[in-house]
């Protein structure tokens, strides 16, 4: 069945320091893996997206990498900064339907 | 341009009441998702429609929760009757498709918080 697994539940950095999620999925059919930002209250927003034909993508502090082998992805947040505290949910397609299957998401709190 | 457009935005009702959630996707996309949030399930797929169609419904709790999408501009998530167990904040999101082949950025909305006394 499907299943996205995301580790770790919850992560505490201090400011400046690099932050990585990681998240593994089962449909070896995936090929769509999106991260969402959701802060306390508010909507999830997309941040970054990779496609299964890349093994890296990269925008400013924020970069996604895949391995399609061992089924993992993962995101690195670089410089982290106090207003990157939220919740962070991996995603990955189910091409079998068509949908995404969110992982239950990472509390990050950037300490400054 | 507009975003996903959901009302209400906060509703408390009394179990056993009807709630209809609404939404209005985004202006042009062809696909869309409901989504339920709770702290002890995570963010789970209700159902979703791809061009007014409903495509998978297998997340559908149960016989309560129903779907309707009439136009390409309107959805509704109705509960009826509503329990306790149904609070929480329902998110709909919506796509340009959901090709087999190539998965679209979903854009979510606002979010309604229910909850049901």
């Known amino acids: 069945g499907e299943n996205v697994e995301q580790h770790p539940s919850t992560l505490s950095v201090q400011e400046g320091d690099s932050a990585v999620i990681k998240c593994t999925y089962s449909d070896s059919a995936s090929n769509y893996f999106p991260w969402y930002k959701q802060e306390l209250g508010k909507r999830p927003q997309l941040i970054i997206d990779i496609r299964s034909n890349v093994g890296e993508k990269k925008d400013q502090r924020i970069a996604v990498t895949l391995n399609k082998t061992a089924k993992h992805f993962s995101l690195h947040i670089t410089e982290t900064q106090p207003e990157d505290s939220a919740v962070y949910f991996c995603a990955a397609s189910y091409n079998q339907g068509g949908k995404l299957i969110f992982g239950q998401g990472t509390e990050l709190s950037v300490k400054p | 341009d507009a975003g996903v457009i959901q009302s209400p935005r906060h509703e408390v009702t009394e179990m056993g009441q009807e709630v209809t959630l609404r939404c209005k996707p985004i202006s042009g996309h062809n696909s869309l998702f409901w989504y339920r949030q709770t702290m002890m399930r995570g963010l789970e797929l209700l159902i979703y429609f791809n061009n007014n169609v409903p495509i998978d419904d297998s997340g559908m709790p149960e016989d309560r929760f129903s779907a309707k999408m009439p136009n390409a501009s309107f959805s509704t998530l109705k509960i009826q009757p509503s329990e306790p167990r149904d609070s929480a904040v329902y998110f709909c999101?919506?796509?340009?498709?959901?090709?087999?082949?190539?998965?679209?950025?979903?854009?979510f909305g606002p979010g309604t918080r229910l909850l049901v006394l």
């Open positions: 999101a919506s796509s340009l498709g959901t090709l087999r082949e190539r998965l679209e950025t979903q854009y």
